[in-house]
């Protein structure tokens, strides 16, 4: 026990020496937190505010009363639009023509095509047009509903059947994906603060030629892995608990109540994903391990890993796509946590087994890896990095 401590007491001293690696591990906890909260903060005020919006209409003046209610809706005439937008409006380009015959088929109750002409691929323009086409749909109902009444019609006799839509969602259950992403940045801030130890006390003490006179010493193999799975398993714990706690903070400071979101993570709830994050830093830290020992060079080892890192965001946007999950990712590491996670922000009881086949299956690949990577480490091709 006192050589293991011995070379923990080395590892994490040459870790906090190394200045990448503490950069890397404050990048990713504060990465986290600002693309969050300015994704939020955009999509707050996109769904909030009600932007004005410019059109070029032709033949305005055949339809005042379907131009006046466009207005309502802040859908404003092109040549309305300030200075400082209009080259921002006219290579967007949107434009609403109004046949000639416009008043003369509305007073005959004929059918008039308003066409609506604009460059749908383009994403900024989503919002503007279907607010276009909800208005001219409303108005259209509402000529349709006049037009039933003169006749002495019940408008109503046009909709037999009126659908009652209960939302039986809760302010917290809506918020499915926005903590969807929080897991994501979790796991993501896990692997990224763990990447640069592990390839400083793997490839960079190689390089070095330190490990060499490391496994030269009366000490087994096991004991050297064991004592860098700690370090680099200890960095990416630390970094994923502080980005859960910035994440938490930053959540509850948003106005996340003007879209319906509600988000409250109770003490309980961070213990426990700090107990999953556990498991899942050893087996993100021995993987690296195990990757960077097989690269020749420091370079190699990095470009390893960062494909590695692709895994803790790819997994989380893959299960927030898939419409219907099938049961067994609930039980394997990342799809697992990421799932576990997303329902204990959400407010669900936590699914006990669930919870416990995950954690295990994890710690079980990662003693397998653990003793692949010692195993390896008795073999001179891995340790001179030999061809």
Not at 336 to 365: P, Q, R
Request: glycine share 4%; aromatic share 6%.
């Amino acid at each position: 026990m006192n050589v293991f401590k011995g070379l923990v007491t080395k590892e994490f001293r040459e870790a906090f020496r190394d200045k990448r690696a503490l950069m890397a591990a404050g990048f990713a906890i504060i990465m986290g937190p600002v693309i969050m909260a300015a994704v939020m903060m955009f999509q707050i005020n996109e769904v909030t505010e009600v932007k004005k919006s410019y059109v070029t209409f032709i033949g305005a003046e055949y339809a005042p009363q379907l131009i006046a209610q466009l207005e309502t809706k802040k859908i404003l005439s092109i040549e309305q639009v300030p200075s400082d937008e209009l080259e921002k409006w006219t290579k967007q380009a949107i434009q609403l023509t109004i046949p000639e015959n416009f008043a003369i088929d509305m007073a005959a109750a004929k059918q008039v095509e308003v066409v609506l002409l604009a460059d749908y691929s383009h994403k900024s323009l989503g919002t503007v047009l279907l607010r276009i086409e909800r208005t001219i749909e409303a108005y259209s109902g509402q000529v349709g509903s006049i037009r039933l009444l003169m006749r002495g019609i019940d408008p109503r006799i046009a909709q037999p059947i009126t659908l009652q839509v209960q939302n039986s969602a809760t302010p917290e259950s809506k918020s499915g994906i926005i903590m969807g992403m929080v897991a994501m940045f979790i796991m993501t801030s896990l692997f990224t603060a763990s990447m640069t130890a592990a390839i400083d006390t793997s490839a960079g003490e190689r390089e070095r030629h330190s490990l060499e006179l490391l496994l030269c010493q009366p000490v087994s193999t096991t004991k050297v892995v064991l004592s860098k799975v700690a370090c680099v398993s200890a960095y990416g714990a630390l970094a994923s608990i502080l980005t859960m706690c910035a994440m938490t903070f930053t959540m509850s400071m948003l106005p996340l109540e003007k879209i319906g979101i509600s988000i409250t993570v109770d003490p309980m709830t961070m213990v426990i994903i700090s107990f999953m994050v556990l498991p899942l830093a050893y087996l993100a830290g021995v993987a690296q391990l195990f990757f960077a020992y097989q690269a020749k060079t420091f370079k190699e080892a990095q470009s390893y890993l960062s494909m590695i890192l692709i895994l803790p965001m790819l997994v989380p946007m893959a299960i927030m796509i898939v419409p219907h999950k099938p049961e067994w990712l609930n039980n394997i590491p990342l799809a697992g946590h990421s799932i576990i996670m997303e329902e204990l922000f959400k407010g669900k009881a936590l699914d006990l087994m669930a919870f416990g086949v995950t954690n295990l299956l994890t710690i079980a690949i990662a003693v397998a890896m653990t003793l692949l990577l010692a195993r390896s480490l008795k073999s001179e091709k891995v340790v001179l990095a030999l061809s």
